[in-house]
């Protein structure tokens, strides 16, 4: 059996290609799921939804 690899070295999209390989890996998925995304959009939580709607279709609009 092969050694782990260092999840914390791997760039993102070698990460999820490990994950789609490894779906059981446990460790590997709580990596990936607590890496930042360069390109997210966040909203606190505490903003009604249809204001979170306007405001992303803001985003989208202004991208193109």
């Keep these: 059996m092969s ?4 999840f914390q070295e791997m760039s993102l999209s070698q990460l ?3 994950i789609l390989s490894h779906r059981d ?3 590997a ?3 990936f799921t607590h890496r930042e995304r ?7 939580t505490d ?7 306007e405001r992303l279709q803001e985003l989208l609009q202004n991208d193109h």
């Design 16 to 18: 999820k290609q490990y």
């Design 3 to 6: 050694p782990k690899p260092n």
């Design 38 to 44: 360069p390109n997210a959009i966040y909203f606190d």
């Design 25 to 27: 890996d446990k460790e």
């Design 47 to 53: 903003i009604p939804l249809d204001t979170q709607t």
């Design 29 to 31: 998925w709580e990596e």
